[in-house]
């Protein structure tokens, strides 16, 4: 097996950084692109996610364990540059002596306006890493439909509100076997919910995604902003595996070593046991994996214990704990990006931790 679509350097497109705050300002550099989503985790304390991108604009932050409208922040997250971000005093982002780890992914460098649905979008897309971002305004109208920009058919699309305190929208396809009559949100804990209002029933074609008329993701008048992902061959995978509430849990195949991953159960939900569980491969550099944290709370970093055992292999995870989090009796989802592919366009194999 080999990758000749220009993946075999996943760092290029999807990269992790660890950094520690000052209380001032400093610029987070190294990454081996201008990151156009940038999503920032204060790891030692109790903190929300900050979300970030450079089609609404530095400054404007989102979370994805709260409900609340977008807000303008100068002292956030100031600018995107060319080998990482620049910071200002918030704590939320730069803390003096705070431990974050902030993930981050390539768009365009750049938006485009996008005509192929019933609504104009404002997008930035990727279509060698399989992702966009997408910004629209709603119009309340079932079946409206958005330009993404992928030009394939996305596995997921993630939508937030900016202008009104409404909850995160996930489709993903493999959220139940008819997934586009189905949501997810990342800001709780919910089992899948079967709501015609989110995808009007109607799964996204190469060129667009569809529109219930919840004011959620279609409000009139409203701003929102969508993250698109298709599955490209040894960078990323958006699956599903069945729990068995074990330690010697099931293995994921994934065709690359993930450097990142985020698992959430859909056939159970309601408390923080079915929370959104991120792993990566930059905060714990060895197997078992135990440094957790969870999408949909502003908690600190879980670092011991069994929580959500996983291990990282050269070809993708393993559940090594029963939590419900992550390997219980359930149906799970998860999106994952490499650190490398399995086997490179040269041949060259890759090696668990």
């Not at 992902?229 to 070593?257: C, H, I, M, R």
């Not at 050269?314 to 999106?335: D, L, Q």
């Amino acid at each position: 097996m080999s990758y000749t679509n220009g993946l075999d350097k996943p760092s290029d497109y999807f990269n992790i950084k660890l950094y520690t705050g000052n209380g001032s300002t400093q610029s987070i550099t190294s990454l081996d692109f201008q990151p156009d989503w940038v999503w920032l985790k204060q790891r030692n304390t109790t903190r929300s996610h900050w979300l970030f991108d450079s089609v609404r604009g530095a400054t404007e932050r989102l979370h994805s364990d709260a409900t609340s409208a977008e807000a303008t922040d100068t002292s956030t997250l100031t600018s995107f540059n060319s080998n990482g971000f620049s910071l200002g005093s918030s704590v939320g982002i730069n803390q003096s002596s705070g431990t974050y780890t902030s993930w981050n992914w390539l768009g365009a460098n750049g938006t485009a306006s996008n005509t192929d649905g019933s609504i104009t979008s404002t997008v930035s897309a990727n279509t060698t890493s399989g992702f966009s971002i997408v910004t629209y305004s709603g119009n309340s109208t079932a079946g409206a439909t958005v330009g993404h920009g992928l030009g394939v058919v996305p596995s997921v699309v993630l939508v937030k509100s900016r202008d009104g305190a409404y909850g995160w929208g996930m489709y993903h396809h493999k959220n139940t076997s008819a997934p586009e009559t189905d949501y997810l949100s990342i800001n709780n804990t919910d089992a899948t919910v079967d709501d015609v209002n989110f995808w009007n029933d109607t799964a996204p074609t190469s060129s667009v995604f569809s529109l219930g008329g919840t004011d959620a993701i279609n409000k009139t008048s409203n701003s929102h902003v969508a993250y698109c992902f298709a599955e490209k061959q040894g960078y990323s995978k958006f699956g599903s595996y069945t729990g068995n509430n074990n330690a010697d849990g099931p293995f994921v195949y994934l065709g690359f070593k993930p450097a990142f991953i985020m698992m959430k159960s859909t056939s159970t939900g309601g408390d923080n046991a079915y929370s959104w569980s991120m792993f990566d491969n930059k905060r714990s550099s060895y197997n078992i994996e135990r440094a957790m944290l969870k999408a949909n709370l502003s908690d600190a970093e879980y670092t011991s214990g069994s929580n959500a055992d996983v291990d990282i292999l050269s070809n993708g995870f393993k559940m090594r704990a029963s939590p419900n989090e992550t390997n219980g009796a359930n149906t799970y989802i998860y999106m994952a990006f490499a650190q490398s592919p399995f086997v490179t366009s040269t041949g060259i194999p890759t090696t668990a931790r």
